[in-house]
């Protein structure tokens, strides 16, 4: 059971360059989020999805798209890198609770640096 | 919604008592959560206000007079430096969103 699997763990990219993000979770979890982890700032929300096919954004969408077309699988795309968004990137899942809101459960992670 | 964590490092010393500081800003009935993340670990749920229990030693009372959810622990260990994360939930279902303070380092000497 490997849980969230995040993938590259660490990119380098140029200014201007595309990359995808990549995040799968063998939970059956219904709802997946990414967030970026900055020194100073905490975590912040970039996109979420409740679901297969919904996604929504979160507190710092922009530069970010993402897509949900699977129940495992939730990609965080970069169109046209920027400095700022140099940041570690956090994949995480979780399921409806039965009255309780479940844990979130995080990937390890991915470093990118954009120069 | 709004979560603050006011020190960004902490230092203790091994068999201390530790205080990680954690306000929150909203006005309805939030749900508390510490997360930790120790080193080359992922991040992880450490306790939540509701279960009001204790993890590794480690307890967390919601204090919605003074909008506080302060990490306590009476010994400190070597292994509980990490960096720790409060977290908000801004009541219902949370949807896997969060609110994140800054976060703080905690190091305990030996």
């Known amino acids: 059971n490997a849980g969230v699997t995040q993938t590259p763990k660490f990119q380098v990219l140029k200014t201007g360059q595309s990359m995808t993000l990549q995040c799968a979770q063998d939970m059956n979890h219904e709802y997946m989020s990414w967030y970026r982890q900055d020194p100073g700032m905490g975590l912040r929300l970039i996109h979420y999805s409740v679901g297969a096919g919904i996604t929504d954004q979160g507190e710092v969408p922009n530069g970010y798209n993402v897509s949900r077309s699977t129940t495992e699988d939730f990609p965080l795309r970069l169109l046209s890198a920027a400095p700022s968004q140099t940041s570690v990137y956090f994949c995480?899942?979780?399921?409806?609770?039965?009255?309780?809101?479940?844990?979130?459960?995080f990937g390890n992670g991915t470093r990118l640096t954009v120069t | 919604q709004r979560v603050t964590q006011p020190e960004k490092l902490l230092s203790v010393f091994k068999g201390a008592p530790v205080e990680l500081k954690c306000n929150y800003s909203?006005?309805?009935?939030?749900?508390l959560f510490w997360y930790v993340q120790y080193s080359r670990q992922r991040l992880q749920l450490l306790l939540r206000?509701?279960s009001r229990e204790s993890i590794k030693g480690f307890t967390a009372d919601l204090n919605k007079g003074e909008t506080s959810f302060h990490l306590k622990k009476p010994f400190a260990q070597e292994e509980d430096s990490a960096m720790y994360y409060c977290a908000l939930n801004a009541g219902g279902t949370s949807y896997g969103k969060l609110t994140f303070g800054q976060g703080t380092i905690l190091t305990v000497h030996p």
């Open positions: 909203y006005s309805g009935s939030p749900e």
């Open positions: 995480a899942s979780s399921h409806p609770g039965q009255g309780v809101n479940s844990p979130l459960h």
């Open positions: 206000h509701i």
